[in-house]
């Protein structure tokens, strides 16, 4: 899982540096060297990525490590004022809250176990009515077995 999360930030890195070959200069030149140098000396050397200036920024299909490079790049070098970086935190805040709140939603366990619990209940009913369907007959050999044992009082 870890060697998993080190290969999507190496990956992150060769997107965010692709990216940034399609910005303004004065933008670029906000980061500091050391930070595009790590990114250029930690990326993963057998990822492509080539990124699209005609289709918006959403629809890249960037690695999510991606998304969070660019918002911690625009709320640390890009914002020019304390109130626009505010606002930035204050919506990142909101985004990271309505997250949070899907997450626990999916797998709250007390959801997970009225789902399971009501899945086994169907099963049950289910199950129930297919044993209520199934008609047993006595073949005729048995009734005619049956009808000497009552003939000879055998029980």
């Known amino acids: 899982m870890e060697q998993q999360m080190t290969m999507n930030k190496k990956n ?3 997107e965010i540096l692709e990216i940034l070959k399609y910005m303004d200069k004065i933008y670029v030149d906000k980061i500091p060297k050391e930070l595009i140098k790590f990114f250029e000396e930690n990326k993963a050397n057998n ?3 080539k ?3 005609t289709v918006e920024l959403d629809k890249q299909n960037l690695n999510d490590n991606t998304l969070a490079l660019l918002a911690m790049l625009n709320l640390n070098y ?3 004022s304390e109130k626009h970086k505010k606002e930035l935190i ?3 805040n909101d985004n990271e809250k309505k997250y949070q709140e899907k997450l626990h939603e999916k797998y709250n366990s007390d959801n997970l176990f009225k789902k399971k619990h009501q899945k086994n209940k169907i099963e049950e009913k289910n199950s129930e009515n297919e044993v209520a369907i199934v008609e047993y007959k006595k073949s005729i050999l048995k009734k005619i077995i049956n009808k000497i044992r009552g003939i000879f009082h055998i029980n």
Do not use: L, N
Request: glycine letters at 0%; charged letters at 20%; aromatic letters at 40%.
């Open 12 to 14: 992150s890195y060769v």
């Open 47 to 49: 990822y492509s990525f």
């Open 51 to 53: 990124f699209d200036s």
């Open 78 to 80: 890009w914002c020019e």
């Open 90 to 92: 204050s919506r990142y």
